[in-house]
């Protein structure tokens, strides 16, 4: 197993899992940020009926199983065996979700599959090169599909690549995995500059309380 996959598995066990329902008494939804029952959901896709739809950092699977169960034909990618697992275990019974576990480039550059749209939540876009990353999904999306993700918003001062730290128990280091922090416009150039059009870049606010970090959230055109 490579370090990248002992990492996010390190991660998978202290993340929760997905409410059995959420504010509306609904068993599956979208979420783009990193708060429950705030925010746009599948529609930022704009995919058609029965699309099909790539999940790159599916984690363990709620965002992917709701597009299967809408009716979209949906494809998640985790490199964490134990992410994938979870979204075996709850999800796996569900007509039109397709599971792997691979690097998101590596899955991309593997598979001749054609997308309606790609999408990452706090996912796989945030922790891979973009130089790597924008111009393989480029290559799976159809005419006019759509590459939609969400992250938090960079540290101001603090852009390009950043190291992210997943802590162990005490007696251990932590873990270490890249990430990509960008600011809006900078994501806009670097969109466009790999052929991207009607890029979109902005920062969605938190919901009303104590905590104040909003969520980028980016929307671009093949």
Known sequence: MTDTAIAWDTYSRQRPDR????ARGETTWFNWTQYADHGPGAELLGLPPGGRVLDLGCGKGGNA?????????AV???????????????????????LHQAEAVTFLKGTQEMFD??????????????????????????????????????????????????????DEDPLVVKRWDHEPDAWEHLLAEHGYMDVRATVLA?????????????????
């Open 117 to 170: 749209a790609v999408y990452s939540v706090c996912g796989a876009v945030w922790f891979t090169d973009p130089a790597r990353l924008l111009p393989a999904v480029r290559e799976r999306l159809r005419p006019g599909g759509r590459l939609v993700f969400s992250q938090r918003p960079p540290v101001e001062g603090c852009y390009g690549c950043q190291a992210s730290y997943i802590p162990r128990s005490p």
């Open 19 to 22: 409410r059995p329902t959420n």
């Open 206 to 222: 938190a919901p009303p309380g104590p905590r104040k970090v909003g969520t980028l959230i980016v929307q671009a055109r093949a």
């Open 65 to 73: 199983a709701h597009l299967a169960a809408i009716g979209m034909q």
């Open 76 to 98: 998640g990618v985790d490199i964490s065996p134990k992410q994938l697992g979870a979204a075996h275990q709850r999800w796996g019974h569900m007509l039109g979700l397709d």
